[in-house]
C-alpha cells in the first residue's frame, strides 16, 4: 500500500470534512452547502463507502486530499503532509514533490526563521529598544507582541541576509522568499529599520511581511526616494495579497464562535481590538475585500461588520467588494466612526464607545443610502442625479430580489420619486457590474447534461445505491446497455453487467478497482447522487425505480419508431424486400402500441 492510500485507508471523510461544514444524511451518503461556491440548497455530497465527495453544483469532487487542497488552498504535497500528520503516517521524505511544492517549502522555512529573528530582535536584543519602546507608547504589551509575532528589522543592509545564509540558504531562495533585493553586489534586505508584522495564513504558516518605518531617517534605495511608511512583502509562491487576512490565525475561533467577522484596515486595528477584548477582527491591510478574502471568511462566519477609516460609500474598490459579500450570502453591516479616526484611535481612546459603535452598526445598504443624502442635496435636480448615479450600481448588483425591492422603496421615498424611476435607473445599468467575475468553465457542469443523460445518471444511481444486482437484472430485460446515450454510463452499465455475472456480493469499492479509472469519476457523481428518498423504504424505492426505468424506456422506444420511420419513409421498396418491409412495419406496430401504453401510464 502506497503512502497516499495508508492516509486515505486511515482517515474518516466524514469527520474530517464534517468539522469545516453541517453534513447531514442523505441515504447512504451525507450532504451539505458547498463551501467553495455560494448556494443555499445542498448539492455537496460525500460518501463514507467510496471515501471521496461531489458538488453537483460547481462540479468540483474527489478524495479526502483533494478536498484539504480546494478548502486550505494548498498543494497536493501540503495537503498529503497535513493529512499524514493527523493519520499518524509517516511519509517517505520529499516522496512526490515537483520543483515548485519544494521551493514553496523552502520559503515557508525562510519566513518562519526570518520571522524568529524579527521577533528576537524586538523582545530580547539591545537594537530592538527603539521599537519595543514604540511599540509600548502605543500601548501594544509584551504578551500581544508574542501573540501577533511582532518584530523589529534592525536598520542594516546584510542582517538578515547573513543570518539566513549562516543558516544555508542562497540568494536566490531568499530573493524567492521576498526577504533579499536583489543587486549586483549579491542582494540586500528588503525591510530595514522597521517594526515588522508576521503576516500569516490561516493554519499559522508565515506567508510574508509588513514593516511600519519607524526611522524617517532610514537610508533611501535609490538615494533621495522617501521610504514609504509601509512595505509588504511581494507576490511570491506562498504569498498573495487577494487571500490573505491579518490576524485571522490568531481570531479565527472566536469568529467561528461569533459568527462574525469584523473588517479593518490595518494590522494596528486589529492588534488594539485584541486588547481590548475584541478579538473577532482581520485587517484587510487597506486593500479592498476580495473574491479570496470572502471565500477564506465564508469558512467561519455568517456576518461581517465592516470597520474601515474610509468613507465606504465613496470608495468604488469598496463597494465592489461588498457586492462579492453579497452575492457569497454574508449579512453585512457597518460601523461608522467618529470622526478622522481610525479603529486603533477608537479603541485605544474609548473601547466601551467603539464596541458600542460595533453593536449598533447599521445594515451597509442603510448606510451607503445615508451617506449620499448627506453630500448631496436630495432636493435639486442635480443632487437626485448624483445619488441615484452613486446608488444604481449598488442596487444593480444585489442579489437577493426582496432586499433589492426594500431599498428601491427606500430610495424613491428619499429622493421623492416613483419606485418605476428608480427601477428604470437600475435597468440602465450593465447586467454584470464592474468586479463580478464571470461563471468559469467548471462551474455546473452537471447542467450541461440533456434530459436523456440526466435521467440515465439517475438510473446507474439508484442502481449503485440501492438494490445493485436486482436493479441490474430488470434493467436488462428492458433496455440494452448499448442503447444509453451517455458514453461513460454506458460504459459503467456495460462494466456492472460483467461484474455481477460472477455471482459475487457487491461492494462498490470492489467494483470501482475492476473498472477503467477514466470511469471512476463518473462512477462516484452516481454513487454520490442525491435521490431524495428513504432507501430504506423499499416501496418507495422500487416505485421510484419503476417510474425512472419506464421513462427512460419510453425515450428509447420512442427513438426507435422515429429510426424505423425514417428508414420505411426514405425506403423504395421493390418485390424482393417486400417480407423486410413487412417486419418493419410489424416492429413499428408493436413499438407504438408500447409506447402509448407507456404514455397512458406516465398520465397515471
Not at 154 to 160: D, F, H, M, Y
Not at 208 to 235: C, H, M, W
Not at 303 to 322: E, P, T
Not at 434 to 461: Q, S
Amino acid at each position: 500500500m502506497s503512502d497516499i492510500d495508508e492516509v486515505k485507508s486511515r482517515l474518516n471523510i466524514i469527520d474530517l470534512i464534517g468539522e469545516k461544514i453541517k453534513l447531514t444524511r442523505a441515504g447512504r451518503n451525507f450532504k451539505g452547502l458547498c463551501p467553495f461556491h455560494n448556494e443555499k440548497t445542498p448539492s455537496f455530497m460525500v460518501s463514507p463507502e467510496r471515501a471521496v465527495w461531489h458538488c453537483f453544483g460547481c462540479g468540483r469532487g474527489g478524495s479526502v486530499i483533494d478536498f484539504v487542497m480546494e478548502y486550505e488552498r494548498i498543494d497536493f504535497t501540503e495537503a498529503l503532509e497535513t493529512l499524514a500528520k493527523r493519520a499518524g503516517v509517516t511519509l517517505k521524505t520529499g516522496q512526490g514533490q515537483t520543483k515548485e511544492e519544494k521551493l514553496k517549502k523552502t520559503i515557508y522555512e525562510i519566513n518562519h526563521l526570518a520571522s524568529e529573528y524579527y521577533h528576537y530582535i524586538l523582545t530580547k536584543h539591545a537594537l530592538g529598544e527603539k521599537a519595543r519602546n514604540y511599540l509600548s507608547q502605543r500601548g501594544v504589551s509584551d504578551k500581544t507582541m508574542r501573540t501577533f509575532m511582532l518584530g523589529y528589522s534592525p536598520n542594516s543592509w546584510e542582517a538578515l541576509r547573513g543570518y539566513l545564509e549562516k543558516k544555508g540558504y542562497t540568494e536566490a531562495q531568499l530573493s524567492a522568499a521576498g526577504v533579499l533585493i536583489p543587486s549586483n553586489r549579491g542582494g540586500y534586505d528588503r525591510f530595514r529599520g522597521r517594526v515588522m508584522f508576521t503576516l500569516k495564513d490561516h493554519r499559522g504558516n508565515v506567508v510574508g511581511f509588513s514593516g511600519r518605518l519607524l526611522d524617517k531617517n532610514t537610508k533611501a534605495v535609490p538615494a533621495g526616494r522617501q521610504e514609504p511608511k509601509y512595505i509588504n512583502t511581494s507576490e511570491t509562491p506562498v504569498y498573495s495579497k487577494s487571500h490573505v487576512l491579518y490576524g485571522l490565525d490568531v481570531t479565527k475561533g472566536e469568529i467561528q464562535k461569533s459568527a462574525e467577522a469584523i473588517i479593518m484596515e490595518g494590522e494596528f486595528d486589529v492588534i488594539s481590538s485584541f486588547q481590548a477584548g475584541i478579538a473577532n477582527t482581520v485587517a484587510i491591510k487597506g486593500s479592498a475585500l476580495t473574491e479570496g478574502h470572502v471565500n477564506l471568511l465564508r469558512r467561519f462566519c455568517e456576518k461581517l461588520v465592516f470597520a474601515l477609516d474610509s468613507d465606504v460609500a465613496g470608495d468604488a474598490a469598496a463597494r465592489r467588494g461588498i457586492e462579492i459579500a453579497d452575492r457569497a450570502g454574508f449579512d453585512m453591516r457597518l460601523v461608522t466612526m467618529p470622526s478622522g479616526k481610525d479603529p486603533d484611535d477608537a479603541v485605544r481612546e474609548n473601547a466601551p464607545q467603539f464596541k458600542k459603535a460595533v453593536k449598533d452598526a447599521m445594515g451597509v445598504y442603510d448606510y451607503f443610502i445615508q451617506s449620499a443624502l448627506s453630500r448631496f442635496d436630495s432636493q435639486t435636480a442635480f443632487g437626485k442625479k448624483k445619488i441615484s448615479s452613486e446608488l444604481t450600481p449598488v442596487l444593480s448588483a444585489m442579489e437577493n430580489p426582496i432586499v433589492q425591492a426594500h431599498y428601491i422603496k427606500k430610495l424613491a421615498i428619499a429622493l421623492d420619486v416613483g419606485e418605476d424611476v428608480v427601477i428604470e435607473g437600475i435597468k440602465k445599468v450593465k447586467k454584470i457590474p464592474a468586479g463580478r467575475e464571470p461563471v468559469t468553465e467548471k462551474t455546473d457542469t452537471t447542467k450541461r447534461l440533456n434530459f436523456v443523460e440526466h435521467l440515465e445518471m439517475y438510473i446507474l444511481a439508484i442502481i449503485l445505491q440501492t438494490k445493485t444486482a436486482e436493479f441490474m437484472e430488470e434493467l436488462c430485460e428492458y433496455i440494452h446497455p448499448a442503447e444509453f446515450q451517455h458514453p461513460v454510463v454506458k460504459r459503467i452499465i456495460q462494466n456492472l453487467t460483467d461484474f455481477l455475472k460472477s455471482n459475487q456480493p457487491f461492494f462498490i469499492k470492489d467494483f470501482a478497482d475492476n473498472i477503467p479509472k477514466e470511469l471512476q469519476p463518473t462512477l462516484d457523481e452516481a454513487f454520490l447522487y442525491d435521490l431524495v428518498l428513504d432507501i430504506g423504504d423499499d416501496e418507495a424505492v422500487v416505485r421510484e425505480w419503476t417510474k425512472a426505468v419506464r421513462e427512460l424506456r419510453r425515450v428509447v422506444i420512442k427513438k426507435k419508431i422515429q429510426d424505423l420511420t425514417t428508414i420505411l419513409s426514405l425506403d423504395q421498396p421493390n418485390q424482393e424486400n417486400d417480407s423486410s418491409l413487412e417486419a418493419m412495419q410489424e416492429t413499428l406496430s408493436k413499438y407504438t402500441d408500447e409506447l402509448r401504453t407507456l404514455e397512458k401510464s406516465r398520465v397515471l
